[in-house]
């Protein structure tokens, strides 16, 4: 993932995506995987490393105790 914290003006705004936003605009930035580890800079000095965890495998009940509508639920169409 990557992302950019940004001055913005409401009455100019046109960017949508991170290579729209001029470079004298951006005060920090997030980069990494969602999945290790993301990066945090501010201005132009590293400010934080997080680590992430992986994530949690679902546990999923039999369909018997499923609401009806349950996503992961089995149709029965």
């Not at 001055?7 to 949508?16: A, G, L, N, Q």
């Not at 936003?21 to 400010?47: A, N």
């Amino acid at each position: 993932m990557e992302g950019v914290i940004f001055t913005y003006d409401p009455e100019s705004d046109i960017k949508t995506k991170i290579k729209d936003v001029p470079e004298k605009d951006v005060l920090g930035r997030i980069e990494g995987c969602w999945t290790d580890k993301v990066y945090y800079t501010l201005g132009s000095q590293p400010f934080a490393k997080s680590t992430v965890r992986p994530p949690i495998p679902c546990i999923v009940l039999p369909d018997k105790s499923n609401f009806q509508f349950l996503s992961r639920r089995k149709s029965s169409l």
